[in-house]
């Protein structure tokens, strides 16, 4: 999460820095943990898992990978046996730091605000593209494509019956910009007028009319009761998926006042959203019911509980006792449940949200060689890696560095497929000076066994196809974070990767890879071609013409080898024969089939 070419890059990309440090967080055990449960078992955003909510990433830590999407079962309005009183239990993994929507950052945190709140827009569980939620349709932008206009649905109301307004919004909106609200996700506003600089402001120094002043200035507008509009700094065609996210979701001011520092609690914490919070017995479990004034009607079941399991063996247990109606499978339940046929029948494929590369420091030899690169990337088998290491989780054996699921993937760019013979010439190319760098070399990575065995696999694979010796660097999971903070030179060679805090390209390559973007600066890639590329596609209004602007964008960025893509995250459940009509989505927020979560249902049994 971090950089773009179009907008105020240099601030915008500073400030995604906080948000690199909590990717790394997720990074520690091979990729991005967006949860404490193996490392936080759920920690984040994005973009993010202390909650089930995210089975995809949830079992990334436990080794992960495989993108299957959810079949669509019928609705239960077309079912008979549908029981509308049926709880459903999940696990989430660990108490929640904040729920509070402006707030939240790490999935655990946004998993539970998405059961009480929806925004403007919301995503399409199908194609992840952004939908109208709360707006009455898709955003009317002028010719420059900065500035936005949503109007709101007819009769939006919140869980008590009281009227949602555009005035709720835009206090939510701009709550969300607050500087005395600290809150991590500020920076995907920062292409707002004026968002930034209030931001950014040190609440210590500044008076509470410099505060106000700067509050004034912010280009997110109220016109009507259902009219809200958002102007922009610069054109920036990717603010839709932007609209629905967590930081605008509507909390209502009177609730934050009444509440205070406890609003969270249930008795205020009043959404719009497809279920409300009724209980939370902290440390233990939270308890929501379906909202009855939800813009698409009632879900199909009366109440949801989710329990904080910290233990995934311990969830496995719960879930085979039949107190759980789900659970992530982790590797080393793997052969447990291939060897049970029940068990066996019950395994759902979840698709995933992130992707994991090698990263190259390119400031310095050996990787400043663009041939050595990719003769490092084109010199281990991936598929090799998935089935005897990982386990869990699909190959970057084709596609580039947009995972499966999401806009922007391309199944057509296979330009760092395994070929131990191209990798050979290539590392032969390399220019003298910098395969002199190739002594001494070092791959560092997180300590912990997984990671260990993930090492040793690749660097045996290196040694085997292109006669490298590369010698482990193990380095306690603070102090590898430690290593990629701002200002630091990285490792020569180390793993990283990234996942999505909104499905666009944008928060791929913009983010990510332009110049500065949060890998870019880890690696030192800079490409004046793929920065004018994604900052063309940025701006582009034009849908088709800026998906092959990002797909150029993506090829060259392998072909560069800005890094070695290795796997894509996805995960395994498994699932009671009686829970119907989830369809997968990598992002699902709080629960499997979120964004459908009206076709969910309990059969009756």
């Known amino acids: 999460m971090s950089a773009a070419a179009p907008i105020d890059a240099s601030s915008y990309r500073a400030t995604k820095w906080a948000g690199f440090a909590r990717q790394l967080d997720r990074f520690h055990d091979g990729g991005r943990a967006w949860h404490k449960q193996e490392e ?16 995809v990433i949830a079992s990334l830590l436990v080794s992960a990978c495989t993108s299957t999407p959810g079949t669509t079962t019928p609705s239960a309005s077309a079912v008979s046996n549908v029981d509308p009183n ?54 009317k932008w002028d010719a420059a494509a900065k500035t936005y206009t949503y109007t709101l649905r007819d009769g939006l109301k919140y869980s008590d019956g009281a009227p949602l307004t555009a005035k709720n919004f835009e206090y939510s909106f701009l709550r969300g910009c607050d500087p005395t609200q600290a809150g991590d996700y500020a920076f995907v506003l920062y292409v707002v007028v004026g968002c930034e600089e209030w931001n950014t402001m040190d609440t210590k120094t500044a008076t509470p009319a410099e505060l106000d002043a700067a509050k004034a200035k912010v280009g997110i507008k109220a016109t009507d009761d259902k009219t809200i509009v958002f102007t922009l700094k610069e054109a920036a065609s990717y603010f839709v998926p932007i609209s629905a996210l967590w930081i605008g979701w509507p909390v209502r001011e009177s609730d934050v006042k009444k509440g205070g520092d406890t609003w969270t609690e249930p008795a205020t914490y009043i959404g719009n959203g497809p279920l409300k919070l009724t209980e939370w017995k902290h440390n233990e479990k939270m308890v929501y019911e379906r909202n009855d004034n939800w813009r698409k009607g009632k879900v199909q079941f009366k109440t949801l509980t989710k329990v904080m399991i910290n233990e995934s063996a311990v969830a496995f247990a719960a879930y085979r006792n039949n107190e759980l109606d789900m659970a992530a499978v982790a590797a080393p339940d793997l052969r447990t449940v291939e060897s049970d046929p029940e068990l066996k029948s019950q395994v759902v494929d979840t698709p995933g949200s992130c992707t994991f590369y090698y990263g190259f420091n390119v400031r310095r030899p ?9 003769a ?87 040694k085997t196809n292109l006669g490298v010796n590369v ?3 193990p380095v306690q999971s603070t102090a590898y974070s430690a290593l990629f903070k701002k200002g630091k030179d990285s490792p020569q060679l180390f793993l990283l990767g990234w996942c999505a805090d909104f499905p666009d390209p944008q928060n791929w390559h913009s983010t990510v890879w ?44 392998s072909k560069d080898a800005a890094a070695a893509w290795i796997w894509y995250d996805a995960g395994k459940r498994v699932q009671k024969p009686w829970i119907k009509g989830i369809i997968d989505n990598p992002i699902d927020y709080g629960i499997p089939g979120y964004f459908s979560l009206e076709q969910v249902y309990v059969a009756k049994r």
Do not use: C, H
Request: proline share 6%; glycine share 8%.
């Open 471 to 473: 010698t482990l660097d």
């Open 366 to 374: 050996p990787f400043d060689d663009p041939n050595i690169r990719m």
């Open 514 to 557: 332009a110049t500065g973007g949060v890998s870019a600066a880890r690696t030192g890639y800079s490409s004046a071609q793929f920065d004018k590329l994604t900052g063309d596609a940025d701006k582009e209004p034009d849908a088709t013409k800026r998906a092959d602007l990002y797909k150029q964008a993506g090829q060259l960025l």
């Open 40 to 55: 936080e078992r759920m920690t984040k955003p994005r973009s993010g898992l202390g909650v089930f909510a995210l089975f």
């Open 376 to 462: 490092f990337a084109k010199s281990f088998d991936r598929q090799a890696f998935i089935t005897d290491v990982q386990k869990i989780g699909k190959a970057a054996v084709s596609g580039g560095f947009i995972p499966p699921g999401f806009p922007g993937y391309d199944e057509s760019d296979t330009v760092q497929k395994f070929d131990v013979a191209a990798a050979k010439d290539l590392l032969a190319k390399g220019s003298d000076a910098s395969k002199a760098g190739l002594t001494d070399l070092k791959y560092t990575y997180a300590q912990s066994a997984v990671n260990q065995t993930r090492a040793e696999w690749v660097q045996a694979q290196w």
């Open 86 to 139: 049926a709880n459903i239990t999940i696990n989430m993994g660990s108490e929640p730091d904040t729920i509070d929507p402006q707030k939240s950052s790490f999935v655990g945190e946004i998993g539970q605000a998405a059961m009480v709140f929806e925004g403007l827009m919301t995503f399409d569980s199908k194609t992840t593209a952004p939908i109208p939620a709360a707006a009455a349709a898709q955003p």
